[in-house]
């Protein structure tokens, strides 16, 4: 784990990475069997809690520059802007995180659900030789 990379380097590689799996999934025959699926479909229910966490952490994160005055609205001069403006913005911020990690929450145990089954399947048989000895 680089932690040597900023939070918004390490959430572009994230990005890069599901973007492949697109990519390399995009034909229905990309997997194999079902335990395929399941490893799969369990690394997606790990980025799921984890994505929740990190919803909340950047909460945390623009709190925390707004509490130590390091927020500006870019389209303004600061002679535009009122305390009232950055305030609104923030909690725009806020309510879109927030919003976005109850959806994810709800989204969870329909991952967790499907993973369980998909856990429970397996490819078909090895043909048995017809051969008699």
Not at 46 to 73: H, Y
Not at 88 to 96: N, Q, R
């Amino acid at each position: 784990m680089d932690l040597d990379r900023t939070p918004s380097e390490i959430a572009a590689s994230a990005a890069e990475e599901i973007r492949a799996l697109n990519h390399r999934t995009i034909k229905s025959d990309s997997y194999l069997t079902p335990p395929d699926l399941a490893y799969t479909a369990g690394h997606i229910t790990s980025l799921v809690q984890r994505l929740s966490q990190t919803l909340q952490q950047m909460e945390a994160g623009i709190r925390a520059l707004d509490e130590g005055n390091k927020i500006r609205l870019a389209d303004r001069h600061p002679s535009e802007v009122s305390e009232n403006d950055i305030a609104h913005a923030v909690s725009a911020v806020v309510f879109g995180l927030s919003t976005a990690r109850e959806a994810i929450g709800r989204a969870e145990p329909y991952l967790r659900e499907a993973n369980q089954v998909l856990n429970g399947l397996g490819g078909p048989w090895p043909e048995a030789d017809n051969e008699e000895d």
